[in-house]
C-alpha cells in the first residue's frame, strides 16, 4: 500500500498531507508515516515553517475505531502528538470538512490551527463510550476554558468553525476555498518569522481560574439525565484533571481513565451500534453496480399522522410530495401538521423563517391518485385494511408511470398480497416508518417475494438520502421490530397476570435502559391499538394470538392511555407522566380473582429474563426464516426504533453478551414449566447455544 502520509517542501514551508481514504482515520500506517514526515521537516535546514492538512472531504475522523480491542501498535497516537507538541518548527493545521475525535487532539498538538468555515469540529468519543484519550481533555480546556471544554466533551457534539473560532480553539476561519491555502496565507499574512513554537500543552491562562463548582454541577446533571452511562463522568474526572495537575500528569490520568472506558462493555456497545448502522446499508445479495430508479417526485397516499410525517421526511430532504387523501378535510389537517411543524422547527431556531416555508412549499396536496402519475416513488400510508389498500395499488397500477416504486407503509399486513393487486409486483415494496415518521430514524424496507433488485437499492439508498436509518427486511407478521415487541408484550402482560404490577415491570425495563417501560409506551401508542390487533389476531386464528386478558379488560373500559387521561397509568391535566392508578390494581385483582389466578410475588430478574429472552429467542426465529439478514440489522432494527440502550448494542449483541448457552438454559427451563411453545428454543439458538457461539459469529 502507498504511504497514507507524505511530505514536500515549497519555499520555506514543509507540507504533511495525510492521504487515507473514506475518512483519513489516524491507523498505524498513517501514525508511522506522519511520525516520519515530522521528522523530515525537522530534518530538513529549508524548513521554517509545517502546514499538516489532508486530502478528501474529511480532515479526519480521528482514531481508528477498527483498531480498537486489538493490541496496540506503536507509534501511539499520544506519542505521534506528544512529537508534534514538541516540534521546534511551528506547525499549522489546515481543517476542513470534518476534525474529530484524535482529527482534534492532533491539531491542537500542533501550534496554530485554522479552519474552512462549516468545518465541523469535536471531540465525539462520547459516543462511543470513551473519552478523548490522546490529551484532548488536557488541551482543549487550555483552549478554551474548562467549561466550554466540558460541554464539548461531555455532549460529544461539534462545533462549526466560526464557533470554534469564538471559543479560541482555531486561529482563523476562511470562507472558502482550499485549507492548505488557507493555511499557507495565514503564513504569509502572520510572517513566518513571528510564528512560534509555542506548544498548547504550556498554556494556563484559560484554565488557571477554574471555579470547582462546574465539576459537581457536569456530575449532577449527569448523573440525573444519563444515569446508566459509564464514560460521560469519566470525561468529567478527566477535564478535571486539567486543572488540578500540571499538564504531564493530567494527561496520566486521561490515560488511565481511557482504558478504564475501553474496558468497559458499555464501549464494546456503542462501538457495535456506530458499526451496525454503517453495516446494514450493505446488501450482500444486490449485484455490485445495481442501478438506482431515479427519486424526485413521491406521491404519499393518506394524510393522517403518519402519510404527513412521511410527506415531511421528503420536504425536509427537499424533495417534492404530493400528499393525497380523498377526504378534503383530512387533507386540510394533514397540511396544517405539515405548516404547524416546520413553522414550530423556526421557531425553536432549528431553520429558518425561509426554509420553513420552502419545505411547506414542497408539500402539494391532491385529493385523487390520479395526481401521481408522474411521481417516481408512491408510498401508501392509509390504515391498515386489506381491502381498501388493494383498491388502491389496483388504481395507482392503472394511474402511475412504468417504473415508478410502489410502497406501502403497513405494519402488519402481507405485502406479497397487496403486490398482487397489481400487475407489476416487481415494482412493490413496503417502506415502514415508526411514529413520529419525520423523527424516528428507522426505516423498515421491505422486500416482497417479487420486488425487483434494482427497486430494493433504491429504497435503500432513498433512505439514506433522507437521513433514516435504512434496514432491509423480509415479508411476515410484525416485521422484526413489531413481531419481536410482540413477545414482549405478550411477556409483560403474562407477568402482571401472575402477579407484577404493571410499575414493576416498567422498572426494570427502564432499569436495563429503555427510555420508557412496555406500559408507559403502550399507554402512548394508545391501547386500543394493541386491543385491535390482538382482537384481529384471534379472528384470523393466529397461532401467536394471545387469549382474551386484562388488558382487554382496560381497553374495554376506554382506557386508551395518554389520549384518553387514562389507560394502564392514569395521568393528570397536562402531564404525561404515567401514575399507578388504585383503579388499575383493582381491576387487575378482580381479573386474577375471576381468572383463579393466585397473584405471587415476581423478583425483577425474572422480569427482565422473560421480557428480552423472549424477543431475542424470536429475533432467532427471524435469522433463521432470512427474515432478516444479519443479526445486526436486528439490532440496529431496535436501537433506532425502540429505544433500546445503544450502550447495550442492541438485543442479539446483548444476547451474545449474556451468553447463548445461558440464554438457551433459561429457554428450556421455562418449557418445561410452562409446556409454551412460545419458550421452545429456536433451532438456531440451540445449534449456536450447544457449539458455543454467537450470533455475530453467523
Ligand atoms: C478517537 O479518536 C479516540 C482518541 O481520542 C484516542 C485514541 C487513543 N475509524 O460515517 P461514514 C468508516 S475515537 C475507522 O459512512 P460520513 C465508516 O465505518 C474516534 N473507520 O461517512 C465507513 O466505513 P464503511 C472519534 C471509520 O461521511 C466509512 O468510514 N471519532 C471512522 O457519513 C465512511 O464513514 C469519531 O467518533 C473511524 N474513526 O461521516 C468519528 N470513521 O464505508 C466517527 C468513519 O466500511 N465517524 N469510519 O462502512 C463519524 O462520525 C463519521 O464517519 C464522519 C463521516 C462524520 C467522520
Not at 460529544?156 to 482555531?170: H, K, R
Not at 456530575?219 to 439525565?225: D, F, H, I, P, T
Not at 423556526?346 to 431553520?351: E, N, T
Not at 419545505?359 to 401508501?380: G, K, M, T, W, Y
Request: proline letters at 6%.
Amino acid at each position: 500500500m502507498d504511504n497514507p502520509v507524505s511530505f514536500e517542501r515549497r519555499a520555506r514551508i514543509g507540507i504533511i498531507t495525510i492521504d487515507s481514504p473514506p475518512v483519513n482515520a489516524l491507523g498505524h500506517a498513517v501514525r508511522v508515516g506522519l511520525v516520519a514526515a515530522l521528522e523530515e521537516a525537522g530534518r530538513d535546514p529549508q524548513v521554517e515553517a509545517i502546514v499538516l492538512n489532508s486530502a478528501g472531504r474529511i480532515f479526519t475522523a480521528g482514531a481508528d475505531i477498527r483498531e480498537f480491542g486489538k493490541p496496540s501498535q506503536a507509534p501511539t497516537l499520544p506519542e505521534v502528538i506528544a512529537a508534534f507538541d514538541r516540534s521546534a518548527k511551528p506547525i499549522v493545521a489546515a481543517l476542513h470538512g470534518t476534525a474529530l475525535g484524535g482529527g482534534l487532539e492532533l491539531p491542537m498538538g500542533c501550534h496554530y490551527r485554522v479552519a474552512l468555515a462549516g468545518t465541523k469540529i469535536g471531540l465525539p468519543e462520547v459516543k462511543l463510550g470513551l473519552l478523548p484519550g490522546a490529551g484532548g481533555t488536557q488541551r482543549l480546556p487550555r483552549l478554551t476554558g474548562a467549561e466550554r471544554a466540558l460541554d464539548m466533551i461531555v455532549t460529544g457534539n461539534p462545533v462549526e468553525a466560526a464557533e470554534a473560532l469564538e471559543l479560541g480553539i482555531v486561529d482563523a476561519v476562511y470562507p472558502d476555498g482550499i485549507a492548505l491555502d488557507a493555511a499557507l496565507d495565514f503564513i504569509e499574512k502572520t510572517g513566518v518569522d513571528k510564528l512560534t513554537a509555542t506548544p498548547v500543552s504550556s498554556r494556563t491562562d484559560r484554565i488557571a481560574n477554574t471555579d470547582p463548582a462546574v465539576f459537581a454541577a457536569a456530575r449532577a446533571k449527569l448523573a440525573k439525565e444519563k444515569p446508566n452511562l459509564f464514560s460521560p463522568q469519566r470525561c468529567v474526572d478527566a477535564v478535571e484533571a486539567a486543572v488540578q495537575f500540571p499538564f504531564t500528569e493530567g494527561l496520566a490520568r486521561e490515560r488511565a481513565l481511557f482504558q478504564e472506558c475501553m474496558a468497559s462493555p458499555q464501549r464494546a456497545g456503542l462501538i457495535h451500534a456506530f458499526f451496525g448502522e454503517r453495516e446494514v446499508a450493505k446488501i450482500p445479495s444486490l449485484p455490485a453496480g445495481t442501478p438506482l430508479r431515479k427519486v424526485e417526485k413521491v406521491g404519499v397516499i393518506g394524510a393522517g399522522t403518519m402519510g404527513s410525517g412521511i410527506a415531511m421526511c421528503f420536504a425536509s430532504a427537499g424533495i417534492p410530495v404530493t400528499l393525497v387523501d380523498a377526504k378534503p378535510e383530512a387533507l386540510q389537517a394533514g397540511l396544517a401538521n405539515v405548516r404547524r411543524t416546520y413553522e414550530g422547527n423556526a421557531k425553536k431556531g432549528r431553520i429558518s423563517a425561509e426554509e420553513a416555508e420552502r419545505r411547506i412549499a414542497l408539500v402539494q396536496p391532491a385529493e385523487s391518485v390520479d395526481a401521481l402519475s408522474d411521481a417516481d416513488l408512491v408510498i401508501e400510508a392509509v390504515f391498515e385494511d386489506m381491502e381498501l389498500k388493494k383498491k388502491i395499488f389496483a388504481a395507482l397500477d392503472r394511474v402511475c408511470k412504468q417504473g415508478a416504486i410502489l410502497a406501502t407503509n403497513t405494519s402488519t399486513l402481507d405485502v406479497d398480497a397487496i403486490a398482487e393487486a397489481t400487475s407489476r409486483p416487481q415494482d412493490v415494496c413496503g417502506m415502514h416508518f415508526f411514529s413520529p415518521a419525520n423523527i424516528m430514524r428507522l426505516l423498515e424496507n421491505v422486500r416482497g417475494e417479487k420486488t425487483s433488485d434494482d427497486v430494493i437499492a433504491t429504497i435503500m439508498d432513498v433512505a439514506r438520502r433522507i437521513g433514516k436509518v435504512g434496514v432491509l427486511v423480509g415479508v411476515c407478521y410484525g416485521f422484526v421490530g413489531n413481531r419481536m415487541l410482540h413477545q414482549r408484550g405478550r411477556e409483560a402482560m403474562s407477568l402482571v397476570e401472575e402477579g407484577a404490577a404493571p410499575e414493576q415491570v416498567d422498572a426494570v425495563l427502564k432499569g436495563f435502559g429503555f427510555p420508557m417501560g412496555h406500559f408507559a409506551m403502550s399507554d402512548l401508542a394508545g391501547v386500543d391499538v394493541g386491543w385491535r390487533i390482538r382482537q384481529e389476531r384471534r379472528k384470523a386464528g393466529a397461532p401467536d394470538a394471545i387469549a382474551p386478558n386484562w388488558l382487554d379488560r382496560i381497553a374495554e373500559l376506554g382506557r386508551y392511555g395518554q389520549k384518553t387521561g387514562a389507560g394502564i397509568y392514569r395521568y393528570e391535566q397536562g402531564d404525561r407522566t404515567p401514575r399507578p392508578d388504585p383503579e388499575v390494581a383493582k381491576i387487575l385483582e378482580d381479573y386474577r380473582r375471576e381468572a383463579g389466578i393466585a397473584p405471587r410475588p415476581i423478583d425483577d430478574q425474572e422480569i427482565l429474563e422473560r421480557c428480552l429472552y423472549a424477543m431475542v429467542n424470536e429475533g432467532a426465529r427471524i435469522l433463521e426464516e432470512g427474515v432478516a439478514l444479519r443479526a445486526v440489522d436486528i439490532d440496529v432494527i431496535w436501537l433506532h426504533g425502540y429505544g433500546f440502550p445503544a450502550y447495550r448494542g442492541g438485543p442479539m449483541f446483548w444476547a451474545d453478551q449474556v451468553g447463548l448457552g445461558k440464554i438457551h438454559d433459561t429457554l428450556v427451563a421455562l418449557h418445561d414449566k410452562t409446556g409454551e411453545p412460545h419458550w421452545k428454543p429456536s433451532p438456531l439458538l440451540e445449534r449456536l447455544a450447544k457449539a458455543g457461539q454467537t450470533f455475530a459469529s453467523l
